[in-house]
């Protein structure tokens, strides 16, 4: 009965999307207030239907109702309770219902905390967003529907695939698809732009926090992600350049522009056009991800489904929605007002080489991921674009960008100085070649590159440093004055400042360990070892453990430095009986930032016919420093949305404009 409960509330939130979309803009057209309540009332109440279905489908996840066909597909009842509630998202029909949930609940949002807007804007950007519900809840509900009964019910269910039950792959769905779906309020903000014809600085000041709420969870989403792949996959790495990882990391190269593009907007009135194609373009990228891991044109760990139909309805919804916004931005931008002159050095300019910059590396990514299905479809070879391909064409870009990201807030607006800027930045440009020296000198001669991006990492680090020091005048006020500016500065500038500094710290570690990382692989008896770099691992014991879903064989390691104890992991390699699948799960002992990391490989006869076990042993230096990082840049995204000036929604005037 639960089940039917759930599958009437999103028929009837579908209704209500419907509704939605009518009256908003009906209230637009009338100018009418009560319309508009009642649109917006109509959106919270969609957000309502959706969040009771998708309790009810969790509620059959968490009691093993097998007659569900969804759970009966991806669960069984000796999973673990969280991973019975992560298997409401884990599979192409629950995780399109937490889709369906994040979008409306960010349509109610919208309806909730609009209040600043003037009425037209908000009315069209509650019917864009409206619009965009009633198209994923139409699929979801007719294509994908997870509440449909399943007659007979089996006693038992499939299970869920093991790799995906894992407690970072349970939390990173929901936060990447916080920053997915929460694009889609500045996709619907950039067409109620172009059809009320205003775009200017309130209207870059609304869509920045949604944009920078947007561009955080999906930087937490993304850093779940890769944290899962280091550890649960057993590859011994953290990004492989996979296409569905891309599918996620370019909705996350375009809002970091659009946010970029908007200060522009906000604080001098340029770029206004370029900035509504970035918020439309954002949410596409976001739409296209949805499409590549759901189609099945795909074959990746990362993919939902492998069904070509409704892949084929996906891509349909990405031509209309996406067609739909960038028709209306070719109508519309021409009208749109030329925005503010700036000199060739000035902020303005930091920035738009910024966004240039970043479009390049989002269209190499893009180039990267669909060449290949581009060149099966079209002549039935099957080829792969991988680490090379992205050395060569993304990280020069980046390069680039990154030399630039410690001097533009060193700029003045309209014309800087760049004498200035450069007698500011020295100490961080000596401290980074030195650094980058003696990396170069003292760890590897041989790692040129591997060295000049140590240096950079540096480079971003103190030129964030000195940036606020800088703001707050450090060594050039009293220190009284210094603290007193240090104490009042605004959230958004210690959010940049973290976010740039997170930046630095990513780069760090992600060079240090792809340059100098230590890899080793043998075929060990009980009582065998290998050395992976100073690090000796011996194989202790190989013993059988039973799970609470599966059954393991899990080694008793002991990894040792100069002869002296280190650590004790204890990798397992795990059978699932429930779906006839094996698993690795690595030990991995931290070493300060660095760490020796362990991998049980399948068991095999050796020489004189006694089990031996492949080992692989990794040293990997600063391996933590690749997460560490991106967490540093998205609370320094959560700090900024905390700041006064970009509130969801801004002061609410005594006269607002029709």
């Not at 569905?244 to 906000?266: C, D, G, K, Q, R």
């Not at 189609?295 to 990746?300: A, C, E, F, I």
């Not at 990362?302 to 209306?328: E, K, Q, S, W, Y």
């Not at 966004?355 to 080829?383: K, M």
Request: proline share 5%; net charge positive; hydrophobic share 55%.
């Amino acid at each position: 009965m639960i089940a039917e409960i759930g599958a009437f509330a999103l028929i009837l939130a579908l209704t209500l999307s419907l509704a939605q979309v009518g009256l908003s803009a009906a209230a637009r057209v009338r100018r009418s207030l009560v319309l508009a309540a009642a649109g917006e009332g109509a959106a919270v109440v969609a957000f309502l239907g959706v969040l009771v279905a998708f309790a009810a489908l969790m509620h059959a996840f968490v009691t093993s109702d097998f007659s569900v066909a969804n759970v009966a597909a991806n669960s069984h009842s000796d999973k673990p309770l969280l991973y019975r509630v992560a298997g409401t998202w884990g599979s192409h029909e629950g995780s399109m219902l937490l889709w369906c949930l994040t979008l409306t609940g960010f349509g109610a949002a919208v309806a909730a905390l609009g209040g600043g807007l003037p009425r037209g804007l908000r009315a069209v950007t509650v019917a864009t967003q409206g619009a965009l519900g009633v198209v994923f809840l139409a699929y979801t509900a007719f294509a994908s529907n997870p509440l449909v009964r399943l007659s007979p019910a089996p006693v038992e269910g499939r299970s869920l695939n093991p790799l995906l039950q894992d407690p970072a792959l349970a939390f990173h769905p929901p936060f990447l698809y916080a920053g997915y779906v929460g694009l889609s309020v500045v996709f619907s903000l950039a067409v109620a732009a172009l059809i009320e014809g205003r775009i200017d600085a309130a209207w870059a000041r609304w869509v920045r926090p949604w944009a920078l709420a947007a561009w955080a969870m999906l930087t937490v989403g993304i850093t779940l992600g890769a944290f899962w792949a280091y550890y649960e996959l057993g590859w011994g790495g953290w990004w492989f350049w996979d296409p569905v990882e891309n599918a996620s990391f370019m909705p996350w190269l375009v809002a970091a522009a659009l946010l970029h593009s908007a200060i522009v907007t906000e604080k001098r009135g340029a770029l206004s056009g370029w900035t509504v194609f970035l918020a439309l373009a954002a949410f596409t990228f976001s739409m296209l991800g949805a499409f590549l891991v759901r189609s099945g044109v795909l074959t990746s760990v990362h993919a939902f489904a492998v069904d070509p139909t409704r892949g084929v309805l996906l891509l349909i919804i990405l031509g209309v929605t996406a067609g739909a916004g960038f028709a209306l931005f070719a109508w519309r931008a021409p009208l749109l007002a030329p925005g503010g002159v700036f000199a060739p050095i000035s902020r303005e300019s930091t920035l738009v080489l910024n966004n240039i910059l970043l479009a390049a590396a989002t269209a190499t990514v893009l180039l990267g991921t669909l060449f290949p299905l581009i060149r099966e479809a079209a002549t039935g070879d099957a080829i792969s674009v991988g680490p090379p391909y992205f050395n060569l064409t993304f990280t020069p870009l980046m390069s680039a960008l990154m030399i630039l990201v410690p001097a533009g807030p060193l700029l003045a607006w309209k014309r800087g100085d760049l004498r200035g800027v450069l007698q500011r930045l020295w100490v961080a440009a000596l401290i980074a070649g030195g650094v980058a020296l003696l990396t170069l000198v003292l760890v590897s001669p041989r790692h040129g590159w591997g060295a000049a991006g140590v240096g950079m990492g540096a480079w971003l680090i103190v030129g964030a440093l000195a940036e606020l020091a800088e703001r707050v005048r450090a060594f050039r006020a009293p220190a009284a004055e210094t603290w007193r500016r240090l104490v009042g500065l605004p959230l958004g500038a210690w959010g940049m400042t973290l976010a740039h500094l997170g930046l630095g710290v990513f780069v760090l570690g992600a060079v240090f360990e792809t340059s100098w990382k230590v890899e080793a692989a043998e075929a060990l008896p009980v009582g065998g070892a290998l050395d992976a770099g100073a690090y000796h691992v011996a194989l202790q014991a190989v013993r059988d453990v039973e799970g609470p879903n599966y059954d393991a064989e899990r080694a008793d390691l002991v990894v040792t430095r100069n002869g002296r104890p280190i650590c004790t992991p204890k990798p397992e390699r795990r059978f699932y009986p429930a779906g006839g699948q094996t698993t690795s799960e690595v030990g991995i002992c931290n070493q300060g930032l660095s760490h020796v990391y362990v991998v049980l490989g399948e068991r095999r006869a050796g020489p004189a016919g006694e089990p031996v076990w492949l080992v692989r042993g990794y040293w990997n230096p600063w391996a933590s420093l690749i997460f560490i990082g991106p967490a540093i840049m998205a609370l320094g995204g959560l700090i900024s949305l905390c700041d006064r000036r970009l509130r969801l929604g801004v002061a609410r005037r005594k006269v607002q404009p029709a």
